[in-house]
């Protein structure tokens, strides 16, 4: 029995693949950002509304001193429900702090993980779809 692929299979196929060399470079590319990150905590000073309506989107500012003693006051691109005078952990970059994300090291180490494996066990069965539609359709034929 052999196998053979239509230009339909070959598609599912690429798109599997796809979905498993995303979650190997969204490992790799988390990763690099966990070696570059250090941990701070930071203390919210303003809230910016993201839109004219108070009730839109919030971002925080937030002031923070890095390891090597510099004060850096940045605005979060990321909507948090904070108020002022909060105090949250965040992760900065040790060459750009002004790049941050209000997270952990724990927190990130588990969206790596779950993002990984989602991603790759989704372009596994992908794959096997494509290439199970193909065998599927040559036994009734």
């Not at 796809?18 to 969204?26: E, P, W």
């Amino acid at each position: 029995m052999r196998i053979r692929l239509q230009p339909g299979n070959y598609v599912t196929l690429f798109l599997g693949l796809l979905f498993i060399a995303s979650g190997i470079y969204g490992y790799i590319a988390i990763g690099r950002f966990m070696d570059e990150a250090r941990p701070a905590a930071a203390v919210v000073v303003e809230i910016v509304h993201a839109s004219t309506n108070k009730r839109g989107r919030t971002h925080p500012v937030v002031r923070f001193t890095t390891a090597e003693g510099k004060e850096v006051v940045v605005r979060s691109e990321e909507h948090h429900n904070v108020q002022p005078g909060d105090t949250l952990q965040l992760l900065y970059d040790v060459q750009h702090p002004e790049r941050i994300e209000i997270t952990t090291l724990e927190r990130v180490r588990n969206q790596r993980v779950i993002f990984t494996v989602l991603s790759i066990l989704l372009g596994a069965i992908v794959c096997v779809l494509g290439v199970r539609q193909r065998w599927a359709t040559s036994q009734l034929g």
